[in-house]
């Protein structure tokens, strides 16, 4: 038989399969906490959907490599969580980089973005700040929402005094009503709650961060979309990304976003944040 019938003929055969393959992944379904402003919450509008700069930022990524992202609440963070590890749904857009979670998720690094977790205090403070270790003997809070580092988190366990608090909200109003000292929050997550609550003019960041973690897009084992191609494009859009000068724009966009949704008493409420 002439060869190039016969590869003809098994190429006819394997178009099938080929196409399989490349349509398994028409859409990326994503999901991620649903109170942590700005970077995830529910859109009040439709509150089946997440939105914020995380989402926004995916979006514009998954734009630029013809995927199509739908952004869904699945619950609170654990529930989120574990829609992603079962492959019920395929990404989390915002997880934490925990050792415990490599056997069911993939990350991409680098991250979406850094969480830079800055030590806020009153603007009347004394507190004279550097590095972490500048903390110690002194009271802090912090939301139990926070997600800190591993390696900080068992530092302030064993070095710092604080205050676990249900969120972000309560750990201010503790540290405005002088029962502690000073509050760990993001950078990010600390302005949009200081500015919704008014209590912007009353606190003050230190502009040394007291830790970094970064907020990963981590893909599930049993997702169909997770491959080599997906997860190769999408490290090299997050090392792209810092570059580009978008993210600080999408970031203080969302924080003003959710302070007007806040300031519309017509709207059905959003979660109350627990950054």
């Not at 038989?1 to 393959?21: I, Y």
């Given at each position: 038989?002439?060869?190039?019938?016969?590869?003809?003929?098994?190429?006819?055969?394997?178009?099938?399969?080929?196409?399989?393959?490349?349509?398994?992944?028409?859409?990326?379904?994503?999901?991620?906490?649903?109170?942590?402003?700005?970077?995830?919450?529910?859109?009040?509008?439709?509150?089946?959907?997440?939105?914020?700069?995380?989402?926004?930022?995916?979006?514009?990524?998954?734009?630029?490599?013809?995927?199509?992202?739908?952004?869904?609440?699945?619950?609170?963070?654990?529930?989120?969580?574990?829609?992603?590890?079962?492959?019920?749904?395929?990404?989390?857009?915002?997880?934490?980089?925990?050792?415990?979670?490599?056997?069911?998720?993939?990350?991409?690094?680098?991250?979406?973005?850094?969480?830079?977790?800055?030590?806020?205090?009153?603007?009347?403070?004394?507190?004279?700040?550097?590095?972490?270790?500048?903390?110690?003997?002194?009271?802090?809070?912090?939301?139990?929402?926070?997600?800190?580092?591993?390696?900080?988190?068992?530092?302030?366990?064993?070095?710092?005094?604080?205050?676990?608090?249900?969120?972000?909200?309560?750990?201010?109003?503790?540290?405005?009503?002088?029962?502690?000292?000073?509050?760990?929050?993001?950078?990010?997550?600390?302005?949009?709650?200081?500015?919704?609550?008014?209590?912007?003019?009353?606190?003050?960041?230190?502009?040394?961060?007291?830790?970094?973690?970064?907020?990963?897009?981590?893909?599930?084992?049993?997702?169909?979309?997770?491959?080599?191609?997906?997860?190769?494009?999408?490290?090299?859009?997050?090392?792209?990304?810092?570059?580009?000068?978008?993210?600080?724009?999408?970031?203080?966009?969302?924080?003003?976003?959710?302070?007007?949704?806040?300031?519309?008493?017509q709207q059905p409420p959003v979660s109350t944040p627990k950054q």
């Amino acid at each position: 038989m002439d060869l190039r019938l016969v590869w003809s003929l098994l190429g006819v055969a394997l178009l099938p399969t080929l196409t399989v393959a490349a349509g398994k992944c028409e859409r990326l379904v994503v999901t991620g906490s649903p109170d942590a402003p700005p970077y995830l919450w529910q859109d009040p509008q439709d509150p089946r959907h997440l939105i914020g700069a995380s989402a926004d930022l995916l979006q514009q990524v998954a734009g630029e490599l013809g995927l199509k992202v739908e952004l869904l609440y699945a619950g609170k963070r654990s529930e989120a969580l574990e829609e992603v590890r079962s492959g019920r749904m395929d990404m989390l857009a915002d997880a934490p980089l925990t050792v415990s979670e490599l056997e069911t998720l993939d990350y991409i690094h680098p991250p979406l973005l850094e969480n830079d977790y800055l030590v806020w205090t009153r603007k009347d403070s004394t507190l004279v700040y550097n590095q972490a270790q500048d903390l110690r003997g002194h009271s802090g809070a912090v939301s139990e929402k926070a997600r800190l580092t591993q390696e900080f988190d068992t530092f302030a366990g064993q070095q710092l005094t604080l205050a676990r608090t249900s969120n972000l909200t309560q750990a201010f109003q503790k540290l405005l009503l002088g029962e502690v000292e000073f509050v760990l929050a993001g950078r990010y997550s600390g302005m949009a709650i200081a500015q919704t609550l008014g209590m912007a003019g009353d606190l003050s960041a230190r502009s040394q961060p007291v830790d970094k973690p970064g907020l990963y897009l981590a893909i599930s084992h049993d997702s169909a979309c997770n491959d080599p191609w997906l997860r190769g494009q999408l490290a090299k859009k997050m090392t792209e990304l810092p570059a580009s000068g978008l993210t600080e724009a999408v970031l203080m966009r969302n924080i003003e976003r959710w302070k007007a949704q806040r300031s519309q008493p017509q709207q059905p409420p959003v979660s109350t944040p627990k950054q």
